[in-house]
């Protein structure tokens, strides 16, 4: 694909071939074909009734017990997220796929109270969600986020959101009750503060100015948030973090943490033939910076160095990240989680489906 060719409102710009199939449909012989194939087709929206939504977090880098994602795909597009792996396990492409194929798990709040209710529950903090965002642009419709938070709030159990979208203020009546309690984190991530980069890097995300504004808006309402400026992208972002940190602790966030970008799997190639297209000015320092943040490799799957990396450049964004952190927000921490609220109800009327 040339440059001006790019795929408007999408991250990734073509499909990578899945490993897991053995089969693939492929254009051979474009002057063959009537019409051409379509690389940028509309977004779709496919049904699942899992038995089990809650799965739990075992990686020692997170630090948190459950994970829970009542979509897999995301339409944000962000083009460097680490979700789009699991999405080959599907059947699909970690590339545009991801973003076009959409799976809801309609029945993920029962299952949920369903599991909460197990004699053999251990409370945790569930995250949600750890892996796409449970407030892309289908949730406005869906609701199963909002619904989730409801059963959350009648079992009195803690939960941690990560999101980019500011549908999250939606729910601002469930995250105070939940906040009655102690039970509840938010973490709202902030890739960059430039406009153009981020209608590149994640192009149906919310803009870091109402990002900024969610920021704000929770933490006047007393709502424990920590910023994640996530992830570092060296050679694209990297300069920022003061001004984020800066901006993050006007708002009135509690906290900030960071990672550096890894790019495991399909995404490696994805983002590879994204930032030629993107910036191709920069594409070889960007990937060669990357790498040297991961023993040379671009992908990092090393429980304690994979989140934040190694070497000398990397050394240098953690150095830059707690200067500003420190100057910033120096005395900020996210008040502790309550798990004595957590009542199961044994069958008793939940009264939410």
Not at 113 to 121: G, I, V
Not at 132 to 151: F, G, M
Not at 253 to 267: C, F, H, M, P
Request: charged share 25%.
């Amino acid at each position: 694909m040339k440059a001006d060719e790019f795929l408007k409102g999408r991250g990734a710009q073509y499909n990578p071939q899945n490993p897991y199939l053995k089969q693939e449909y492929v254009a051979e012989h474009v002057e063959g074909l009537d019409e051409p194939m379509l690389s940028n087709s509309k977004t779709e929206f496919l049904k699942e009734h899992p038995k089990k939504v809650v799965n739990k977090v075992d990686s020692p880098d997170v630090g948190l017990g459950y994970s829970l994602n009542p979509y897999q795909g995301c339409e944000h597009g962000c083009v460097y997220c680490y979700a789009r792996n699991t999405h080959q396990y599907w059947g699909y492409g970690a590339g545009l796929d991801f973003e076009r194929k959409i799976i809801i798990k309609e029945n993920a709040p029962e299952t949920l109270a369903k599991q909460l209710e197990s004699p053999n529950w251990q409370v945790m903090p569930i995250m949600l969600a750890g892996n796409t965002d449970c407030y892309q642009p289908i949730e406005a419709k869906k609701q199963l986020t909002r619904r989730i938070l409801e059963v959350l709030l009648q079992y009195r159990h803690p939960v941690s959101i990560i999101t980019k979208n500011a549908l999250i203020l939606r729910d601002l009546d469930l995250l105070q009750e939940l906040n009655k309690y102690n039970l509840v984190h938010v973490n709202i991530s902030i890739t960059t503060l430039d406009e153009k980069l981020r209608q590149k890097l994640e192009p149906r995300t919310a803009s870091a100015t109402k990002r900024l504004e969610v920021v704000r808006q929770l933490s006047s309402a007393g709502i424990p948030v920590n910023v994640m400026a996530a992830p570092i992208i060296p050679g694209l972002n990297d300069s920022e973090i003061p001004a984020l940190i800066q901006a993050a602790a006007a708002a009135g966030a509690s906290n900030a943490a960071y990672t550096l970008v890894r790019l495991n799997g399909s995404i490696g190639p994805i983002f590879e033939d994204w930032i030629q297209l993107a910036f191709p000015d920069r594409a070889q320092k960007v990937l060669s910076q990357i790498a040297d943040c991961h023993g040379g490799q671009l992908n990092d799957s090393r429980f304690g160095k994979r989140m934040h990396g190694e070497g000398k450049f990397a050394e240098l964004v953690s150095k830059l990240f707690r200067m500003s952190k420190q100057k910033y927000m120096a005395g900020r921490s996210m008040k502790p989680y309550d798990y004595s609220h957590f009542c199961q109800r044994k069958g008793k009327q939940l009264g939410l489906f």
